[in-house]
């Protein structure tokens, strides 16, 4: 891990608690913020981007489980650690279920905690990775649903976002009609649709008309593939 993917959140009532997370996990080489109320955590969690969030389920404003919901339905991905002196299989189920993707139980070992910040860290970056792609000054982010080019918008539809996702994940390469087809229609080939073509030429005006450089390339016979200059 490096840069931004350190950054971490612990969402920490209790003084005596919270100087003991931010203190540990300083000396261990990650950039913490702290966040001492719910209200506080959806700000620092909208906000910023972070390797993990440490949440604590008891906060005297607004719920941790709460907390982690309202971020989860407003596309946040970044994963969760709870923490609650609430250890019964019910309560920690609950946690998991509402999005969480670890549970640790007051009191707790600071070893063992940091391992368990530590594994979400790395699972967070995966999901970085699998959530943005990028082709030229195009990027496609998975979990908010917005395509831009330079950091311009652009709007697409269902199966317009479904099918440059799939050549851009497929960048570099030559993807065949039938292939389209089959991943983005779930249809088996048929030579005589003109389905594929209407609707790269709907995208490839959205995306490449008014810019420096076409990403959507037409191979006569074959297919189609996005590349962007070397």
Same mark, same amino acid.
């Given at each position: 891990m490096t840069g931004v993917r350190r950054r971490i959140l612990v969402v920490e009532d209790?003084?005596?608690?919270?100087?003991?997370?931010?203190?540990?996990?300083?000396?261990?080489?990650?950039?913490?913020?702290?966040?001492?109320?719910?209200?506080?955590a959806?700000?620092?969690?909208?906000?910023?981007?972070?390797?993990?969030?440490?949440?604590?389920?008891?906060?005297?404003?607004?719920?941790?489980?709460?907390v982690m919901k309202r971020l989860r339905e407003?596309?946040?991905?970044?994963?969760?650690?709870?923490?609650?002196?609430l250890g019964e299989i019910d309560?920690?189920?609950r946690g998991l279920r509402a999005g969480g993707d670890d549970y640790l139980v007051k009191p707790f070992a600071f070893?063992?905690?940091?391992?368990?910040?530590?594994?979400?860290?790395?699972?967070?970056?995966?999901?970085? #990775?699998?959530?943005?792609?990028?082709v030229g000054d195009l990027e496609m982010d998975l979990v908010s649903r917005i395509v831009s080019r330079r950091g311009q918008e652009i709007k697409l539809l269902p199966k317009e976002f479904q099918l440059l996702e799939y050549l851009v994940r497929n960048a570099g390469h030559v993807v065949p009609r039938a292939m389209l087809l089959q991943h983005v229609w779930d249809l088996h080939f048929d030579p005589t649709t003109n389905t594929i073509d209407v609707y790269v030429g709907r995208?490839?005006? #959205?995306?490449?008309?008014?810019?420096?450089?076409?990403?959507?390339?037409?191979?006569r016979g074959v297919g189609y593939c996005v590349r962007a200059p070397c």
């Open positions: 209790d003084p005596e608690t919270a100087g003991q997370l931010v203190e540990s996990l300083a000396t261990n080489g990650y950039q913490v913020d702290l966040a001492t109320n719910g209200n506080e959806l700000s620092h969690g909208h906000s910023a981007d972070y390797a993990v969030m440490t949440i604590d389920r008891m906060l005297p404003d607004i719920d941790g489980i709460a407003s596309g946040i991905a970044t994963p969760v650690l709870i923490i609650s002196a309560d920690r189920v070893a063992e905690l940091l391992a368990r910040v530590e594994a979400l860290a790395r699972r967070s970056t995966t999901v970085v #990775k699998e959530t943005l792609l990028r995208v490839r005006r #959205k995306v490449d008309d008014q810019q420096a450089y076409p990403l959507i390339h037409t191979v």
